[in-house]
């Protein structure tokens, strides 16, 4: 045997990489084939630019179009938006999608929800495959062994006319998860402690891979869960191997391949996982079973912290530009150091995004609800019109409804609130979300980060809780 | 686009890592078409408080850093969402350049496509550089010019006893100085996309249906 004739081990982004490259460039950029494309309402920009070019859509059965960010999550109607501005947005996003001849997921459509739970969901985000859309959570789909990126609206606009994208490959990261997380621990809790230990900015110019024996234990939405936070450490792309898991899941759906073009794909993607041997420029080892449930203190999603601990004091930091950062933070959140966490009151509770919306995440609130009452205000959205369907086919609307939550139509909502669904000044509002960034949630407004049965912890008891004291107690 | 060659202007030094884009712009105002005073909601929470008025404190409200058009910011500036706003505002503020250690990453391409040139230079430099603005009392702004050469890629900043050099990609950087985006590159290489198209389809049939 030839050694030398051997391809260098690769990663599985590279591998992907490698697969769709238009034009190669030593340095710099090179121009990028784009399998998949989605866009939200929020490319009106995009549409507006691509129109004054004279330019339509390359190839429109490669972009998804689903309306997300500002539609009402009270009803399936435009004219229940809350002001007529954001109404109007909703309609603009009708008019140009009907002018591109793409796919189109609208505020009607049987099959709507936020465009990360759907493209997973409709078999869009295949193993393999680049996939790009205008919203900084792209990186969800790398959970279906996908390089998924977020671009801007001038980008967005470059792909709808060109189904290419210029782009700079980024650095490899490993992050290696092992052992098995405890009862209460899942998906949210392993990427708050990731970004923790990495920071906010310390996975930029990397994608990032995820490995390790704590996968087996992990359900394909606490996966996509990961994957979706993983920008939150600053990185480009979060990635994971497609094993049996993504591929019975995807067996059948919408956009997925059928027939003899399953079998071929099938393996394709069983070619992809990362080489013996390949090279990362960074790795990082985590013992998850060690984990506990966690909660962000502060006003960045690297703020991290188990549960059993205390709000933490900066006068133990060293760098004095991190000393002043956290000082501001606590100042913001209303916070004094040492404050015991499950000590700390709640105003208010949202569960979805498309970070914990899924059906598993609905069912692990559900589960701590289940015939007990909510102590605070609180929102329940589900990802997507099918997972809405399926928890109500489980009566996990009247469990939420029961505990006095409410029960609402798929939307970004509450995690960005750009239609409007937002928590009052001062309030405190524990948040399945992925940003608890200064006003992210409404002017004044304090973001504690959760999973959705801490979130339903704290709903219950009206302060932060160790979800574990209330499991299997009802 | 317009062309970006060199700057010599006025620099507010912008303190705190991690600024993220909700608030160089909030959402709230994502909504507004793009000729619909962007420059208005630029740092909108931290410039304007709940009545509209101006927060005296504010970097860019004080009177020797007012009609600034570079930034001095810190660590991973522009991080979160991907919201090209946060560079609509900016620009129509009349930014031309920020200098930082590092950007968010979605952010830093939005740059490169509106013109406006994000700088990465140390962070020990640009402190240096943050502190000799904040502790300047000079009554004429020429004191707190910063002068970019893009061509040359070059800074030179009050508090630096030297030019400090800077990198930058040569691909965007000939789009920047020639003030085009990139569409008209990739549109001359339509053979090039339709070749690659049709093997990729050929290979992977399942992709593009």
Not at chain 1, 8 to 33: C, M, N
Not at chain 1, 274 to 292: E, K
Not at chain 1, 369 to 379: D, E, H, N, S
Not at chain 2, 142 to 168: H, Y
Request: net charge negative; charged share 20%; with cysteine.
């Amino acid at each position: 045997m030839n050694l030398s004739l051997a391809s260098p081990p690769r990663t599985l982004f590279e591998k992907i990489w490698d697969q769709h490259v238009v034009i190669p460039r030593s340095a710099g950029p090179s121009l990028l084939y784009i399998d998949r494309h989605i866009i939200h309402e929020g490319s009106f920009h995009a549409f507006k630019d691509l129109r004054a070019r004279g330019l339509t859509i390359r190839n429109p059965k490669q972009v998804f179009g689903v309306a997300d960010h500002y539609v009402p999550t009270t009803s399936r109607d435009p004219n229940d938006a809350i002001t007529a501005e954001i109404k109007e947005v909703i309609l603009k996003f009708d008019d140009n999608m009907k002018w591109s001849g793409a796919h189109y997921f609208s505020i009607k459509d049987p099959q709507q929800g936020i465009v990360h739970v759907v493209g997973p969901e409709q078999g869009m985000s295949l193993p393999g495959s680049v996939i790009t859309c205008s919203d900084s959570h792209t990186s969800t789909h790398g959970a279906m062994g996908a390089m998924a990126f977020g671009v801007g609206q001038s980008e967005s606009m470059h792909v709808m006319a060109t189904q290419t994208l210029w782009q700079a490959k980024p650095l490899q990261m490993r992050v290696e998860l092992n052992g098995k997380p405890a009862a209460g621990v899942g998906g949210k809790d392993i990427i708050l402690a990731v970004i923790a230990k990495l920071g906010v900015a310390g996975a930029v110019g990397f994608a990032v891979e995820y490995a390790g024996s704590a996968l087996q234990w992990l359900s394909l939405d606490d996966r996509l869960t990961m994957c979706n936070m993983t920008i939150e450490a600053g990185a480009r792309s979060g990635l994971i191997a497609a094993d049996d898991l993504v591929f019975s899941y995807l067996y059948g759906r919408n956009f997925a391949p059928k027939g003899a073009a399953w079998d071929q794909a099938l393996r394709e993607w069983q070619q992809l996982p990362s080489d013996d041997g390949c090279h990362f420029s960074q790795t990082l080892s985590i013992d998850v079973a060690r984990l506990s449930p966690m909660l962000t203190w502060g006003t960045t999603p690297d703020t991290g912290v188990a549960i059993e601990g205390v709000v933490p004091d900066p006068a133990a930091l060293s760098d004095s530009h991190a000393r002043q950062a956290a000082l501001a933070a606590l100042a913001y959140m209303d916070l004094t150091p040492g404050t015991a966490l499950s000590t700390i009151n709640i105003d208010r509770v949202f569960i979805g995004s498309c970070t914990n919306s899924r059906l598993s995440d609905l069912r692990s609130a559900a589960d701590i609800l289940r015939g007990r009452r909510a102590v605070v205000p609180g929102i329940v959205v589900a990802g997507s019109m099918l997972v809405k369907q399926a928890a109500e086919a489980e009566g996990l609307d009247k469990v939420f409804l029961a505990a006095g939550l409410e029960w609402r139509e798929p939307g970004c909502s509450m995690c960005v609130g750009i239609n409007g669904d937002l928590a009052l000044p001062n309030e405190r509002v524990a948040s399945t979300s992925n940003r608890n960034f200064v006003g992210r949630q409404g002017p004044g407004v304090r973001t504690h980060l959760v999973s959705p049965a801490m979130a339903a912890a704290a709903a219950v008891t009206g302060h932060f809780t160790d979800v574990r004291t209330l499991m299997g107690q009802q | 686009m317009q062309a970006f060659t060199h700057v010599r202007a006025l620099a507010a030094p912008l303190e705190g890592r991690n600024v993220d884009t909700d608030q160089l712009i909030p959402a709230r105002f994502l909504k507004k078409n793009r000729d619909e005073f962007y420059k208005n909601y630029l740092f909108h929470d931290l410039r304007f408080d709940e009545h509209g008025a101006q927060r005296p404190d504010f970097i860019l409200n004080r009177p020797l850093f007012q009609g600034a058009q570079i930034l001095v910011a810190d660590e991973n500036f522009g991080c979160g969402s991907s919201r090209e706003g946060a560079v609509y505002c900016l620009a129509d503020y009349g930014i031309r350049a920020i200098l930082a250690p590092s950007f968010g990453d979605i952010f830093f391409n939005n740059c490169l496509k509106n013109g406006l040139l994000p700088v990465r230079l140390d962070a020990k430099v640009l402190d240096a550089v943050r502190q000799t603005l904040l502790n300047s009392t000079e009554t004429n702004d020429s004191a707190r010019e910063i002068t970019i050469d893009l061509a040359a890629c070059t800074v030179k900043a009050p508090g630096l006893n030297a030019p400090q050099i800077f990198t930058m990609d040569p691909f965007w950087h000939e789009c920047l100085l020639k003030g085009v985006d990139e569409l008209a590159l990739t549109l001359s290489y339509a053979n090039a996309i339709a070749n690659f198209e049709q093997q990729h389809r050929n290979a992977h049939p399942w992709l593009t249906s």
